[in-house]
């Protein structure tokens, strides 16, 4: 996996009482990481080094999204970027985006692409890898 569950879970982070570590990170998040290494016994030394910061919707990607005559596929690897995305659509375009269908990078970003108002299909595909999200597409399609 390829998420903070999947690098918490590797055997090497299991037993971690009297160890420390460094965590380069970002404002905000999901805060997992670090809280999880506490609780399992280890120091962390969190430091937030960049910033997310989302990027304006091009005119031309609106326009392609506004001439979509076919219901979209969706590949959702990020729920901040999801959000983000669903936020600066103008309200027709945001409805025609949540009537499309979504490949999932993991179960939890599945979760938050129905409570975000998706009503098509919702694949999880076995990584946010690029291969990953297309293969769960097709797999979907059938």
Do not use: H, N
């Given at each position: 996996?390829?998420?903070?569950?999947?690098?918490?879970?590797?055997?090497?982070?299991?037993?971690?009482?009297?160890?420390?570590f460094?965590?380069?990170?970002?404002?905000?998040?999901?805060?997992?990481?670090?809280?999880?290494?506490?609780?399992?016994?280890?120091?962390?030394?969190?430091?937030?080094?960049?910033?997310?910061?989302?990027?304006a919707?091009?005119?031309?990607?609106?326009?392609?999204?506004?001439?979509?005559?076919?219901?979209?596929?969706?590949?959702a690897?990020?729920?901040?970027?999801?959000?983000?995305?669903?936020?600066?659509?103008?309200?027709?375009?945001?409805?025609?985006?949540?009537?499309?269908?979504?490949?999932?990078?993991?179960?939890?970003?599945?979760?938050?692409?129905?409570?975000?108002?998706?009503?098509?299909?919702?694949?999880?595909?076995?990584?946010?890898?690029?291969?990953?999200?297309?293969?769960?597409?097709?797999?979907?399609?059938?």
């Amino acid at each position: 996996r390829m998420d903070s569950e999947g690098l918490l879970a590797l055997g090497e982070l299991r037993s971690v009482r009297g160890c420390s570590f460094g965590l380069l990170a970002a404002p905000g998040g999901r805060d997992l990481i670090a809280p999880t290494l506490r609780r399992r016994g280890a120091r962390v030394l969190r430091a937030d080094v960049y910033r997310r910061v989302g990027i304006a919707l091009s005119p031309a990607a609106i326009s392609r999204l506004r001439a979509l005559r076919s219901r979209p596929w969706i590949a959702a690897s990020s729920g901040e970027a999801l959000a983000l995305v669903l936020s600066r659509l103008p309200a027709d375009l945001a409805k025609k985006l949540r009537e499309g269908d979504v490949a999932a990078a993991s179960e939890r970003l599945a979760q938050a692409a129905r409570a975000a108002g998706f009503r098509g299909r919702i694949a999880v595909a076995a990584s946010a890898r690029p291969r990953d999200l297309v293969a769960a597409m097709a797999d979907a399609i059938g």
